[in-house]
């Protein structure tokens, strides 16, 4: 009986030695000590909730701790039937669900196809607040970043593959030097952040569009010291999704290069200096740059020629080849006498 007793002492010792004294210091991220496990805590919509079971048990294997959503509020439950219920439990689990990220070590967002709401958005952005880390089950894209001194930074984003945010970065580092910019400007690229601000990567293609988002915008001051249309207009180009020479791609660019030239013609009609836009169009090198693509037609109309059942002396081969290319003298010489 003795021995037993001595037995239940030293165990109770041993579990009273390794135990905390309290939850906070249990989950206390402060605390480093080698036997404490990693707390993560799951952040994302309950319409993934057999993702968020499949991140949880995936965690668990990790040999994490794991603090998850317990109510899926979505389903039908005799709990939050009535509405004033449900309000009241949605409120009392957000401020539940804001006490797991305060004491978690790490947050794993599951965002199933990039998806996530206003409510996974807010956590995010309260995960950062206090320094947590934030993963994702999903990538959340790339972005580019441009760091202005003692200023906010101009976030653009988010883009699907790095390379193409790499693409837009260099280019807006070869336009710093062609446009008004605040001193010192960096620009890199990064995970995209969905707590975080962001202008639009897809500039609208439609003249109309464009011009109207850029009057319901505040005025740029021409310094690049006010994150607007106007300004970010001048060192962001239209992407279109053509980024590859895939034919049906391809197609994209024709009405896109129309549009952005229907938008200076547009600018001219509301009162531009129309000196000030063919000066620019001259300094871009369009005039140049629409003749070569007359030019490349005329070749590869040529290059018809070389084909073995062609004759070389095809009339309507040779014909279509020099409208081209006459087309293409023309442009140039247009822009030569404005």
Same mark, same amino acid.
């Given at each position: ?7 239940? +002492? ?12 309290? /939850? ?12 404490r496990?990693?707390?993560?805590t799951?952040? &994302? ?21 794991? +603090?998850?959503? %317990? ?30 990220? !305060?004491?978690?070590?790490?947050? +794993? ?7 996530? %709401?206003d ?10 607040l ?10 959340v %894209? ?31 580092? !070869? ?23 962001? +202008? ?8 109309? /569009?464009?011009?109207?988002a ?8 021409? /310094?690049? !010291? ?42 001219? !009609?509301? &009162? ?22 007359l ?44």
């Amino acid at each position: 009986m003795t021995e037993h007793r001595n037995r239940d +002492l030293q165990a109770a010792a041993l579990i009273a030695a390794a135990a905390p004294a309290t /939850t906070e210091q249990l989950l206390n991220p402060s605390d480093t000590s080698t036997d404490r496990p990693k707390v993560v805590t799951l952040c &994302g919509s309950t319409r993934f909730w057999r993702e968020l079971a499949e991140a949880n048990f995936r965690e668990t294997v990790a040999g994490h701790a794991v +603090l998850a959503p %317990g109510c899926d509020m979505k389903k039908a439950h005799q709990l939050w039937e009535e509405p004033a219920a449900a309000e009241e439990l949605k409120t009392a689990l957000d401020a539940l669900h804001r006490w797991k990220i !305060r004491a978690c070590d790490e947050v +794993l967002v599951v965002n199933v196809g990039g998806y996530y %709401g206003d409510s996974t958005r807010a956590e995010i952005t309260y995960a950062h607040l206090l320094g947590r880390p934030v993963r994702y089950t999903d990538p959340v %894209g790339h972005a580019v970043i441009l760091d202005r001194p003692g200023l906010d930074p101009v976030r653009i984003g988010p883009y699907k593959h790095e390379s193409r945010a790499e693409e837009i970065a260099a280019g807006l580092r !070869r336009q710093l030097h062609h446009t008004s910019h605040v001193e010192g400007t960096v620009i890199t690229t990064g995970t995209f952040r969905p707590d975080l601000d962001y +202008l639009d990567p897809q500039v609208p293609t439609d003249p109309y /569009t464009l011009a109207d988002a850029m009057d319901n915008d505040p005025d740029g001051d021409g /310094t690049g !010291r006010k994150a607007n249309s106007k300004d970010i207009a001048r060192i962001t180009a239209i992407e279109t999704p053509a980024v590859c020479a895939d034919t049906s791609e391809l197609a994209d660019l024709a009405p896109a290069a129309a549009a952005a030239l229907r938008l200076l013609g547009d600018a001219i !009609r509301r &009162g531009a200096d129309y000196e000030s836009i063919v000066e620019a169009l001259k300094a871009a090198r369009l005039p140049e740059a629409f003749a070569e693509v007359l030019d490349a037609a005329s070749h590869a109309v040529m290059a018809e020629l070389d084909q073995p059942d062609v004759d070389d002396y095809d009339f309507d081969i040779r014909l279509e080849s020099d409208n081209l290319s006459g087309a293409a003298s023309d442009i140039r010489n247009a822009f030569r006498w404005l």
